[in-house]
């Protein structure tokens, strides 16, 4: 049976994280993005959430995505805008008139890139912000959400 939506959280994915296992491997690692997918559903099931999984390329189809989340009621997002975290001001405001627990992920670490990558819009509309774990940040930041939406692991007391 299918959770409820507000046990779900989206897990969003911007332009070029298709490539992932091909594009840049000494920056981002051999992990594709199907492997990312695997990582936050397993994590997500071990909070009795479901991980709802979406990349595309294009910030209006992002920005769509958040407004499904908010209008489905999620529970939270976790968001990898890929460069349109340094430029998207609508990404940022989507997930303002939202409202919904946000945490952003990074594969690298942005701070020891180029600077143009060093600011982001979307981290001022989200609750933390992760960089730099590799694809591990993905289970970090569904345990960090998880914690601040005050759900429990299943067997240990949860609310779910």
Same mark, same amino acid.
């Given at each position: ?17 298709? #490539? ?12 594709? #993005? ?19 999984? =979406? ?21 939270? %997002? ?28 990074? %594969? ?8 143009? =990558? ?20 993905? =289970? ?8 601040? %939406? ?11």
């Amino acid at each position: 049976m299918a959770k409820s939506p507000d046990q779900t959280i989206y897990v969003l994915n911007g332009p070029n994280l298709n #490539l992932l296992g091909t594009r840049e491997p000494e920056t981002y690692g051999h992990a594709t #993005l199907a492997d990312v997918e695997k990582l936050c559903a397993d994590t997500a099931a071990q909070f009795g959430l479901r991980a709802d999984c =979406r990349q595309s390329n294009r910030e209006g189809e992002l920005v769509d995505f958040i407004h499904e989340a908010h209008a489905r009621k999620a529970a939270g %997002i976790i968001i990898n805008a890929g460069g349109y975290s340094h430029t998207s001001i609508a990404l940022h405001d989507a997930l303002k008139a939202v409202a919904i627990p946000t945490v952003e992920v990074h %594969i690298s670490n942005i701070h020891a890139r180029e600077s143009f =990558r060093h600011h982001s819009f979307t981290a001022k509309a989200a609750i933390a912000v992760l960089c730099g774990f590799g694809i591990d940040g993905y =289970r970090l930041a569904i345990n960090g959400l998880a914690a601040k %939406i005050g759900v429990k692991a299943v067997g240990a007391g949860s609310k779910a």
